[in-house]
Protein backbone atom coordinates (compact mmCIF):
# COMPACT_ATOMS: atom_id res chain seq x y z
CA UNK A 1 0.00 0.00 0.00
CA UNK A 2 3.00 2.54 0.85
CA UNK A 3 3.94 1.41 -2.67
CA UNK A 4 1.24 2.40 -4.57
CA UNK A 5 0.96 5.42 -2.41
CA UNK A 6 4.53 6.80 -3.43
CA UNK A 7 3.98 6.50 -6.75
CA UNK A 8 0.56 8.15 -6.80
CA UNK A 9 2.28 10.73 -4.72
CA UNK A 10 5.61 11.05 -7.55
CA UNK A 11 2.62 11.23 -10.28
CA UNK A 12 0.71 13.94 -8.60
CA UNK A 13 4.04 15.62 -7.93
CA UNK A 14 5.33 15.25 -11.69
CA UNK A 15 1.43 16.24 -12.48
CA UNK A 16 1.75 19.21 -10.80
CA UNK A 17 5.21 20.80 -12.05
CA UNK A 18 3.62 19.76 -15.67
CA UNK A 19 0.70 22.23 -15.00
CA UNK A 20 2.86 24.93 -13.08
CA UNK A 21 5.52 24.55 -16.44
CA UNK A 22 2.21 24.48 -18.78
CA UNK A 23 1.57 28.86 -19.04
CA UNK A 24 5.17 29.57 -19.70
CA UNK A 25 5.15 27.02 -22.71
CA UNK A 26 1.62 28.54 -24.06
CA UNK A 27 2.83 31.87 -24.11
CA UNK A 28 3.04 33.50 -27.32
CA UNK A 29 6.58 33.28 -29.08
CA UNK A 30 6.74 37.14 -30.42
CA UNK A 31 8.94 35.04 -33.45
CA UNK A 32 6.59 32.03 -34.01
CA UNK A 33 6.33 33.38 -37.65
CA UNK A 34 10.05 34.43 -38.41
CA UNK A 35 12.41 31.04 -37.89
CA UNK A 36 16.28 32.20 -37.37
CA UNK A 37 17.98 32.31 -40.89
CA UNK A 38 15.06 34.36 -42.09
CA UNK A 39 13.76 37.89 -42.99
CA UNK A 40 10.72 38.41 -42.33
CA UNK A 41 8.04 41.15 -43.54
CA UNK A 42 4.55 41.34 -42.06
CA UNK A 43 1.80 43.14 -43.75
CA UNK A 44 0.71 45.37 -40.41
CA UNK A 45 2.60 46.96 -38.01
CA UNK A 46 3.45 44.67 -34.64
CA UNK A 47 4.37 41.39 -37.20
CA UNK A 48 0.68 41.79 -37.77
CA UNK A 49 -1.51 40.19 -40.68
CA UNK A 50 0.24 37.98 -43.12
CA UNK A 51 3.68 37.01 -42.98
CA UNK A 52 6.36 36.50 -45.89
CA UNK A 53 9.53 35.19 -44.89
CA UNK A 54 12.95 34.86 -47.40
CA UNK A 55 16.06 33.09 -46.54
CA UNK A 56 19.64 34.42 -47.74
CA UNK A 57 19.96 33.29 -51.30
CA UNK A 58 15.86 33.59 -52.03
CA UNK A 59 16.25 37.45 -52.07
CA UNK A 60 13.04 39.19 -54.38
CA UNK A 61 13.71 41.59 -56.31
CA UNK A 62 11.01 42.22 -57.56
CA UNK A 63 7.79 42.10 -55.45
CA UNK A 64 5.09 42.73 -57.92
CA UNK A 65 5.88 40.01 -60.43
CA UNK A 66 4.19 37.70 -59.02
CA UNK A 67 5.79 34.79 -59.31
CA UNK A 68 5.45 34.03 -55.37
CA UNK A 69 3.57 35.75 -53.18
CA UNK A 70 4.77 38.81 -51.85
CA UNK A 71 3.93 42.07 -49.56
CA UNK A 72 4.13 44.81 -52.90
CA UNK A 73 4.00 47.84 -51.06
CA UNK A 74 2.18 46.22 -47.96
CA UNK A 75 5.06 46.22 -45.33
CA UNK A 76 4.65 47.57 -42.04
CA UNK A 77 7.27 45.94 -39.72
CA UNK A 78 10.42 43.67 -40.68
CA UNK A 79 12.67 41.75 -38.95
CA UNK A 80 15.91 39.86 -39.70
CA UNK A 81 16.45 36.66 -38.18
CA UNK A 82 19.57 36.12 -40.79
CA UNK A 83 23.04 34.88 -39.06
CA UNK A 84 24.91 37.07 -41.49
CA UNK A 85 26.87 38.94 -42.50
CA UNK A 86 24.53 40.06 -44.54
CA UNK A 87 22.26 43.09 -43.90
CA UNK A 88 18.06 42.94 -45.78
CA UNK A 89 17.81 45.85 -47.36
CA UNK A 90 14.29 47.01 -49.02
CA UNK A 91 13.92 49.37 -52.07
CA UNK A 92 11.00 50.73 -53.95
CA UNK A 93 9.98 50.72 -57.45
CA UNK A 94 10.78 47.09 -57.80
CA UNK A 95 11.85 46.03 -61.96
CA UNK A 96 12.21 43.29 -63.51
CA UNK A 97 15.88 42.60 -62.53
CA UNK A 98 17.95 44.34 -59.84
CA UNK A 99 18.77 47.61 -61.56
CA UNK A 100 14.82 48.34 -61.33
CA UNK A 101 15.24 49.04 -57.94
CA UNK A 102 15.98 52.58 -56.90
CA UNK A 103 14.97 54.30 -53.87
CA UNK A 104 16.40 52.39 -50.69
CA UNK A 105 13.99 52.66 -47.97
CA UNK A 106 14.71 50.86 -44.43
CA UNK A 107 18.18 48.53 -43.73
CA UNK A 108 18.02 45.63 -41.06
CA UNK A 109 21.19 44.27 -39.71
CA UNK A 110 21.55 40.57 -39.26
CA UNK A 111 20.85 38.99 -35.63
CA UNK A 112 17.40 40.13 -35.03
CA UNK A 113 16.87 43.78 -35.66
CA UNK A 114 12.85 43.97 -35.42
CA UNK A 115 11.41 47.10 -36.21
CA UNK A 116 7.61 47.50 -35.29
CA UNK A 117 6.87 50.35 -37.56
CA UNK A 118 8.87 53.22 -39.44
CA UNK A 119 6.41 55.61 -40.51
CA UNK A 120 8.54 56.94 -44.13
CA UNK A 121 9.30 53.40 -45.05
CA UNK A 122 5.84 51.63 -44.38
CA UNK A 123 3.75 50.31 -47.42
CA UNK A 124 6.84 51.45 -49.89
CA UNK A 125 8.76 48.26 -50.38
CA UNK A 126 8.53 46.79 -53.69
CA UNK A 127 11.71 44.28 -53.37
CA UNK A 128 14.73 43.55 -50.96
CA UNK A 129 18.22 42.71 -51.12
CA UNK A 130 20.79 41.17 -48.94
CA UNK A 131 23.92 43.28 -49.34
CA UNK A 132 27.64 43.84 -47.41
CA UNK A 133 26.23 46.73 -46.28
CA UNK A 134 22.99 49.32 -46.03
CA UNK A 135 22.80 52.10 -48.51
CA UNK A 136 23.92 55.03 -47.68
CA UNK A 137 20.21 56.81 -48.09
CA UNK A 138 18.46 54.19 -46.42
CA UNK A 139 17.06 54.20 -42.43
CA UNK A 140 19.37 51.58 -41.47
CA UNK A 141 18.44 49.24 -38.03
CA UNK A 142 20.64 47.49 -35.87
Not at 21 to 37: F, H, L, R, V
Not at 80 to 88: E, I, K, S, V, Y
Request: hydrophobic share 35%; proline share 4%.
Amino acid sequence: MRVISAILAGALAIGAFSLTASPAQADWDANQYCDIGEFCIYEDIDRGGTVYSYRYGREDWNWHDGVVPAPANQDSSWENRTLGPLQAQIYMYGGNDRGGLSTPTICLWWGGTYVRQFQSASDQGSGHLFQQACHPDSAAFS
